[in-house]
């Protein structure tokens, strides 16, 4: 009987180790062999990797490989899915009476990029529309995007005789809007935190010359909104 022994066979896996929340890639072993045999079921060299479908954090894949005289060998690799990169851009906001209105966005990306063209962390608008926003995270390099819609609800050259009031300031509880010369215009009430939480919305149809509604504000903690 004539015994032939053969030399171990090795492999390797190749590919993309890093993957952001939305991404596709992939990871290969060796070429050369006549059989691959994935842990998650794949049977090419290629596997395609949706970062979707993954785990956020360490994803490890392991793989056999069957050579022609079927002598088997494993690798393996880990895969790394980045989380979702957020950004929480204020709540869509109307703009009353004033030209222009300054959109903030979270501090600490690497990059930002506005649909405007704009390169900074915040953006000064002055008309109404859509304002996207794509940022880098500064540690893994994935992108998130945000989007804020922006009404400018009187121009500066429309409705001049509008006025909006508001009493007592500081108040504690019952706080008094007035509302004079809307012409019939539905206004868009908003209270909002310093940092741009929506609190309160709550939208009043006009008529007549004035018009008045009230808000309740002993519920809510003392401070600047």
Not at 18 to 29: F, Q, R, Y
């Given at each position: 009987i004539e015994i032939t022994l053969m030399d171990p066979v090795v492999a390797s896996i190749s590919g993309d180790i890093?993957?952001?929340?939305?991404?596709?890639?992939?990871?290969?072993?060796d070429a050369g062999f006549n059989g691959y045999s994935w842990s998650n079921g794949g049977s090419g060299q290629t596997l395609n990797l949706f970062a979707t479908n993954l785990t956020t954090g360490i994803n490890t894949f392991m793989v056999t490989v069957t050579d022609q005289y079927g002598c088997e060998g494993m690798a393996s690799t880990d895969v790394e899915i980045h989380p979702e990169v957020t950004v929480n851009l204020p709540a869509d906001t109307n703009v009353w009476k004033y030209p222009e209105f300054v959109i903030y966005a979270p501090t600490g990306f690497a990059s930002y990029l506005w649909n405007t063209?704009?390169?900074?962390?915040?953006?000064?608008?002055?008309?109404?529309?859509?304002?996207?926003?794509?940022?880098?995270?500064?540690?893994?390099?994935?992108?998130?995007n945000g989007e804020i819609t922006v009404n400018f609800v009187l121009g500066i050259n429309e409705e001049e005789n509008a006025k909006l009031s508001v009493y007592p300031n500081p108040v504690?509880?019952?706080?008094?809007?007035?509302m004079e010369n809307f012409n019939g215009q539905q206004v868009e009430i908003t209270l909002?935190?310093?940092?741009?939480?929506?609190?309160?919305?709550?939208?009043?149809?006009?008529?007549?010359?004035?018009?008045?509604?009230t808000l309740d504000v002993s519920n809510y903690a003392p401070g600047s909104y």
């Open positions: 890093e993957l952001c929340a939305d991404e596709i890639g992939s990871i290969t072993a063209g704009a390169f900074s962390d915040s953006l000064m608008v002055n008309s109404t529309g859509v304002y996207s926003l794509t940022v880098t995270d500064a540690v893994t390099g994935c992108e998130g504690s509880d019952i706080l008094n809007i007035q909002l935190s310093i940092t741009g939480q929506r609190l309160y919305n709550k939208v009043v149809s006009t008529n007549g010359v004035s018009n008045n509604t």
